[in-house]
């Protein structure tokens, strides 16, 4: 990462800043919302992501057995489908 200087002249200083954080700022990993131990079972599983908005993404932070785990139907502004091979409990990242 690069050092934001603080030795220019003003004008210069805002449009270097800014372009350099707006682009950290608008990173949606930054808010994501961890959902702790989710029981998944064998099969299709409909979890409520608590987003209040269509996600844009998800991932593992946590899996307590061995499961191959996807996302079985289109992002929605309520809920995560997510289909497991076998019955698992697991933390899920959504953003």
């Known amino acids: 990462m690069a050092l934001l200087s603080t030795q220019l002249p003003y004008e210069q200083m805002l449009t270097k800043w800014s372009s350099t954080l707006n682009p950290m700022l608008a990173n949606p990993l ?3 919302s961890i959902l702790l ?5 064998n099969g ?24 191959t785990i996807y996302r079985s139907a289109a992002f929605n ?10 019955a698992v409990t697991v933390s899920i990242g959504v953003y």
């Open 44 to 67: 299709v599983n409909v979890v409520n992501h608590l987003l209040g908005k269509v996600q844009q993404g998800w991932f593992l932070v946590d899996i307590q057995g061995p499961a």
């Open 37 to 41: 131990n989710i029981k998944l079972v």
């Open 30 to 32: 930054n808010g994501v």
């Open 77 to 86: 502004d309520k809920t995560l489908t997510l289909t497991s091979s076998a």
